[in-house]
């Protein structure tokens, strides 16, 4: 268990719906990332923020955005869902020290599936 | 460009070694990590470079050429539990932004 919770585990929904993903962080970690990962490609950087402030941002497509709370959970929404957004979504925390040693530990995921 | 290059596929037998390599071409460099990730499952940290040379961990090391944007991931006395993809990735300097390979899946077999 890293310590990292991500609900919903499961998630269907239909194309063109919305939905938003939570993520919790490590206690004492100010930073989260999101992460996509589809059957058939690897892990692809979506977005980090770093208490409470967007810190990178990857490949996130227009109709996804994201936010960390004071609390400094995170929340992923996703909107006007397709077929191919259909993946397995991690969230990521660290601590952000400032040194380069950085592990981040991962949540379980949700797995999204769009019908 | 961000770009990391791993094998897609590698296939050992119990009990051998295996060396998974990564090259990279990153925007800057501020370290390399190797993650294990069983199907399905989150990735889990295995292993962190950030100066040239070998890191050792028990069964697995880690080796890092900065000169050359290249890493391996050396794995010892395989157990058949070590069947999972392996994902290397860089922490470039701009954002504390990871990249991520797209992971060599090893199976190890009897």
């Known amino acids: 268990d890293s310590g990292v919770t991500q609900t919903p585990k499961h998630l269907i929904t239909a194309t063109g719906q919305r939905v938003t993903l939570r993520c919790s962080p490590r206690?004492?970690?100010?930073?989260v990332y999101w992460y996509q990962q589809s059957l058939d490609q690897g892990l692809q950087f979506l977005i980090q923020y770093y208490n409470g402030e967007e810190r990178a941002k990857g490949n996130i497509l227009e109709r996804f955005s994201a936010q960390q709370f004071p609390d400094l959970h995170s929340e992923l929404n996703l909107s006007s869902l397709e077929l191919g957004d259909s993946a397995l979504y991690f969230c990521?925390?660290?601590?952000?020290?400032?040194?380069?040693?950085?592990?981040?530990?991962f949540g379980p995921g949700t797995r999204l599936t769009v019908l | 460009g961000q770009n990391i290059d791993q094998p897609t596929e590698m296939t050992a037998t119990e009990g051998a070694i295996v060396q998974i390599n990564c090259t990279y071409q990153t925007s800057g460099f501020n370290g390399l990590f190797w993650y294990q990730q069983h199907a399905g499952e989150a990735p889990t940290f295995l292993s962190y470079?950030?100066?040239?040379g070998l890191e050792e961990k028990g069964r697995f090391s880690s080796f890092l050429s900065r000169s050359k944007g290249y890493s391996y991931l050396l794995l010892k006395e395989l157990q058949m539990k070590d069947s999972a993809s392996y994902l290397c990735a860089v922490k470039d300097n701009y954002g504390q932004n990871f990249v991520f390979g797209p992971g060599t899946r090893l199976s190890v077999l009897p």
């Open positions: 990521a925390s660290s601590v952000e020290s400032g040194s380069s040693y950085n592990e981040q530990f």
């Open positions: 206690s004492g970690d100010l930073s």
């Open positions: 470079n950030v100066l040239d």
